[in-house]
């Protein structure tokens, strides 16, 4: 017999009650079950192509495990998360016009492009990262790389033999940790 909505709640509710308790492993049954239809719902919704769906799916399970105390048991999980997705798909599109805004007004006028670029101070930048990255630890430093050459998750998961919820997991650290040197070197 088919599983009703009942079971499919009380499923969730349990593996959401283990994550909040510590077992945070748990988090992956979770990005297993609804990576592919959130990932469908918001391509279809928003046209966003797969480079750009790889970012908003991982922010989308960060931010809905940082908030996993505010749901409400009892309650179906998937337009919980689906609301989710589609905040931070409408505001990566809203992001995304305005970067493209600021682009077009910096190539109207020639003369803020030749303000803004400083080549040595790019040089400087790219050593500091270069820096930054051999200062992490091989699990983040690698998966960096490998986005930075292209990968997607999915791939980059099937070469370093992890779920693709640790790819976006360490992904997300090893960026925050460059991020906060950085900030700490400006």
């Keep these: 017999m088919f599983p009703g909505i009942e079971d499919i709640e009380k499923e969730d509710d349990e593996i959401i009650e283990k994550i909040l308790k510590g077992e945070s492993e748990c988090f992956g049954l979770l990005i297993e079950k609804y990576q592919r239809k959130i990932y469908a719902y918001i391509?279809?919704?928003y046209y966003i192509d797969n480079d750009d769906m790889d970012d908003i799916m991982q922010d989308t399970f960060i931010?809905?495990?940082k908030n996993?105390?505010?749901f409400k048991k009892g309650h179906d999980f998937y337009p919980w998360i689906a609301k989710i997705a589609v905040?931070?798909?409408?505001?990566?599109?809203?992001n995304k016009i305005t970067r493209k805004n600021r682009v077009q007004e910096t190539f109207e006028d020639p003369l803020s492009v030749k303000e803004q670029i400083d080549p040595v101070k790019e040089i400087i930048e790219l050593d500091e990262i270069?820096?930054?990255?051999?200062?992490l630890s091989?699990?983040?430093?690698?998966?960096?790389?490998?986005r930075a050459e292209g990968l997607s998750y999915s791939e980059i998961s099937q070469k370093i033999s992890v779920p693709v919820g640790t790819v976006m997991s360490r992904l997300n650290r090893g960026r925050k940790i460059i991020l906060d040197k950085f900030s700490k070197r400006a």
Aim: aromatic share 10%; glycine share 0%; hydrophobic share 30%.
């Design 138 to 146: 091989s699990e983040y430093r690698e998966v960096l790389i490998m």
């Design 63 to 65: 931010k809905c495990y």
């Design 130 to 135: 270069k820096e930054s990255l051999s200062e």
């Design 68 to 70: 996993l105390n505010s």
């Design 87 to 94: 905040n931070i798909s409408r505001d990566f599109l809203r």
């Design 43 to 45: 391509k279809r919704k």
